[in-house]
């Protein structure tokens, strides 16, 4: 058996996360696209992940990474990404005293993951300068990187870029060459099933009703329909929801399932994370508003309030499932 049908092959594609920090986060609802990216690296191809933000393409790498016992090397991609920062640089105090050589170069995350055969994951690809991908380019092509001063750099075993895109954001972003395209496997990652999130809030939030999280769910699945609302929220919103929902609760002193602290932290939880279409007319935390009651109704009433109050026993909390 080869080493990259070792790293990667059908044991590495197994359910659940073996090992490492990482693997307390497990994979949930991505059999599918796990399978897929187990296959293409085994095969030795490089992949992009395309998908909204908060699909879960980090954690899923993260879990190959660790069930592979791959090294795992993150570049966060941005406009301030030069080919010095991704490649290394020689220090400049060392090259006064030594002179150029290996032991004066300080590695940069690309050269880390050639030497030691590591995934390379590089987040928002779509956000790097045309001059720094232009580096990585050769590096899919060759499998290895030629430094002025140094040398070659050589790919070790299992070495492997995996990039990943938002490509529906068009802020700050440039479109990918199809040189790079032509480079890369591509793996799409939509939305997971509503069971899915529900799940993946259930692990990543303070415990609270089934129920009334099943509705956070779908209060967050609803901003991604409704027709005012360009780019709605992940499941990272249903996250915050219920964790500033359940703090709100503890501090006022009333239940989880409580109507307004509900909807203070659906305002702060989404009303940022929702980007309205330019027609729209009013504000985000109307919109987010007019949803929260479309899925938990409408504001109870003083006397409704005092009336659970006086009798706990006597029906649901306002907003409970």
Request: glycine content about 10%; proline content about 7%.
């Amino acid at each position: 058996m080869s080493t990259l049908t070792a790293r990667f092959g059908p044991d590495a594609s197994a359910s659940g996360p073996a090992g490492g920090p990482s693997a307390a986060t497990p994979v949930v609802g991505r059999a599918h696209e796990v399978e897929m990216l187990d296959a293409a690296l085994e095969s030795g191809a490089h992949v992009v992940l395309e998908g909204p933000p908060g699909t879960g393409k980090t954690t899923l790498l993260r879990s190959v990474a660790d069930r592979a016992h791959v090294p795992f090397v993150f570049v966060e991609g941005n406009a301030e990404l030069t080919p010095a920062r991704l490649v290394g640089h020689f220090d400049p105090a060392q090259v006064l005293d030594r002179g150029y050589g290996p032991e004066t170069f300080v590695d940069g995350p690309l050269a880390e993951a050639l030497r030691s055969g590591a995934l390379l994951y590089v987040e928002e690809v779509n956000r790097i300068p045309e001059e720094t991908l232009n580096v990585l380019l050769t590096v899919m092509s060759e499998g290895e990187l030629h430094v002025p001063r140094l040398g070659r750099i050589g790919a070790g075993p299992g070495f492997r870029l995996v990039a990943a895109m938002n490509p529906f954001d068009a802020v700050g972003t440039a479109r990918i060459s199809s040189a790079i395209y032509d480079r890369v496997c591509r793996i799409t990652m939509g939305y997971q099933t509503a069971a899915d999130e529900d799940t993946v809030v259930g692990l990543r939030a303070p415990a609270v009703p089934d129920g009334w999280r099943s509705r956070a769910v779908e209060l967050v699945r609803s901003t991604r329909e409704h027709p005012d609302v360009r780019i709605g929220s992940s499941v990272r919103g249903a996250i915050d929801l219920v964790r500033i929902t359940a703090t709100l609760s503890h501090r006022r002193g009333v239940d989880v399932v409580d109507w307004r602290a509900g909807l203070d932290a659906a305002l702060v939880a989404l009303s940022g994370r929702i980007r309205l279409q330019e027609s729209c007319t009013r504000s985000a935390e109307q919109v987010v508003r007019e949803l929260y009651e479309s899925v938990f109704g409408a504001e109870p009433d003083a006397d409704d309030t005092d009336r659970d109050d006086a009798d706990p026993a006597g029906g649901d909390a306002p907003g409970g499932a």
